[in-house]
């Protein structure tokens, strides 16, 4: 987290996701960081994916862009922050790069009246599947989220920031998609949080999932990178007004939210997607990525 922030009334967050430095796009996060300078957010939650590869030098660059916004930040760590090329460290110290960079932009966070708690869901390796970038959410990983929640204030309100969206299954085949998402999801409703930001799929989405404990927003951001998939470059503006959340996905086309949301999570970021997997109504997704260098 990065800054400070203190307020009475209705609260602005910017919801920011896969900048992926690397691949980024310069227009786009020049849009976004216009519209925090004059708008000026009470805090900017960036949920995951900073780099393309976790080099050094993008992990430089996506520090500095961030230290530039001068507004609190929090900061998840994505499946492309693990290092890619470096085995030896992706097994043995996965999150280096990343903790880095956290401590350079890392403060308190003060909101009143809301926590805003993350949730790691990249892990180094996965046994049941391979790529690696889908998520799972590991049994330490939920109780320390669980934990950091229970010690809050009674009456606190919370949101809770990940990389990977939590549904567990895709809906038209049962296939595997974050691991243990539905027992998270019970868990995090069971805590009556208001919400869970995430990214990882780079088209943004707002939907309620129904688990065992009641209900869950799952409130999902674009990207501001170059791997764009049925939506262009765009953040969520979120105004949170006493229990109300309200969700518009900003972007450069002025494309209205409506037709940048998604109805449904799409199995992954990757290009292109499979036939009947969701895309918004924008609709347009390219086949390929562009090269990375």
């Known amino acids: 987290m990065h800054g400070k922030a203190n307020w009475r009334g209705p609260l602005r967050l910017f919801h920011i996701s896969d900048i992926h430095f ?11 960081k216009h519209c925090i300078d004059v708008e000026r957010p009470h805090a900017v939650a960036l949920t995951g ?39 030896y460290e992706r097994f043995f110290d996965p999150y280096k790069r990343f903790k880095a960079v956290a401590a350079v932009i890392e403060a308190q966070l ?38 950091a929640i229970d010690a809050l204030p009674e009456g606190t309100r919370v949101l809770v920031t990940c990389h990977h969206p939590l549904p567990e299954r895709r809906e038209r085949d049962g296939k595997l998609l974050t691991i243990n998402g539905t027992k998270t999801m019970e868990a995090l409703a069971s805590r009556k949080v208001m919400a869970v930001l995430s990214g990882h799929i780079h088209d943004p989405f707002d939907l309620v999932e129904q688990t065992a404990a009641g209900p ?10 170059k791997r764009i998939r049925s939506t262009p470059p765009s953040f969520n503006s979120i105004v949170i007004d006493g229990p109300d959340i309200h969700v518009t996905a900003r972007n450069l086309e002025h494309v209205p939210t409506r037709a940048m949301q998604l109805d449904e999570v799409p199995e992954n970021a990757l290009p292109p997607r499979e036939p009947g997997e969701p895309v918004s109504p924008v609709g347009t997704v390219p086949l390929v990525d562009p090269p990375v260098y």
């Open 216 to 225: 869950l927003r799952m409130i999902g951001a674009g990207t501001l990178s």
């Open 110 to 147: 003060d909101l009143p009246d809301l926590a805003i708690v993350p949730l790691r869901t990249t892990t180094r390796a996965q046994y049941q599947r391979f790529p690696w970038s889908n998520g799972w959410v590991t049994d330490h990983a939920l109780r320390h989220t669980l934990a």
């Open 22 to 32: 690397g691949l980024e796009d310069p227009a786009a996060l020049a849009f976004a």
């Open 49 to 87: 994916d900073l780099t393309m590869r976790a080099r050094t030098h993008e992990f430089k660059a996506a520090c500095q862009w961030i230290s530039d916004l001068d507004v609190p930040v929090t900061v998840d760590v994505g499946n492309h922050d693990i290092p890619y090329f470096n085995l």
